[in-house]
């Protein structure tokens, strides 16, 4: 079965310093890889996507990811945080099962930004 | 271009009354639609997902329903809430395969 690990509940960084967001995956094939931005009381704005190809992925609001095979891991990074960046942050690995597509969301990491 | 709708915003309902949550999608056909419940400060809990109009499937086993009345309608049900239904629900579509989920605004439900 497929599974995703976000190990860090909170991450802290002061605005303009850089970010990494990490995010390990659990799938036997090639995986899809997504990464998700909820701000309060909002549903999932998709970020970036990650699905064949080009191993760096650029997304939206200055994101980027790298897709590593060998580790597992799909971290998302940004070089300057501003303080609107602020927010949850859920990783997702999709797969197909009898059928039927069923992603999986990380446990999310929320992200505190200081002036 | 495609939107989700989900309503209403919020929703304050006492134990053992029903419940109906509904999300319609708009600018597209035959799309994959999902519930998914979020918890205070823990991840997504998918409920529930339908491929076409009448196909349900269920995730989790508990006092919820789902139908699928109309191709690009959704609607979460209960006959009576409970306090553990209390939770931000979040409705999704999905294109073809491999494609990301676009979710609606969610539906803040507090049981009383």
């Known amino acids: 079965a497929q599974s995703v690990t976000q190990p860090d509940i909170h991450i802290t960084v002061s605005e303009g310093a850089s970010l990494e967001l990490r995010c390990n995956y659990s799938y036997g094939a090639t995986p899809y890889l997504f990464w998700y931005v909820q701000s309060p009381g909002q549903g999932l704005q998709l970020l970036l996507k990650?699905?064949?190809?080009?191993?760096l992925v650029q997304g939206i609001k200055g994101f980027e990811a790298e897709f590593k095979r060998s580790q597992s891991s799909f971290n998302l990074r940004k070089p300057s945080v501003h303080w609107s960046d602020a927010a949850e942050y859920f990783c997702?690995?999709?797969?197909?099962?009898?059928?039927?597509?069923?992603?999986?969301f990380g446990r999310g990491t929320s992200l505190i930004v200081h002036p | 271009s495609q939107t989700i709708h989900q309503w209403p915003a919020t929703l304050v309902q006492p134990v053992g009354s029903p419940l109906s949550l509904e999300c319609t999608v708009e600018?597209?056909?035959?799309?994959?639609l999902y519930w998914y419940r979020q918890a205070a400060g823990r991840g997504l809990q998918l409920l529930f997902y339908s491929v076409g109009i009448g196909q349900i499937s269920s995730e989790v086993p508990q006092n919820l329903s789902a139908s699928r009345p109309q191709d690009r309608q959704f609607i979460l049900s209960s006959k009576k809430l409970l306090l553990s239904d209390s939770g931000f629900y979040l409705c999704?579509?999905?294109?073809?395969?491999?494609?990301?989920?676009?979710f609606g605004n969610g539906t803040r439900l507090t049981v009383t």
């Open positions: 990650y699905f064949s190809g080009d191993t």
């Open positions: 997702a690995v999709g797969s197909q099962s009898g059928g039927s597509y069923i992603p999986t």
């Open positions: 600018g597209t056909s035959n799309p994959n």
């Open positions: 999704a579509w999905r294109g073809r395969f491999g494609s990301p989920l676009h």
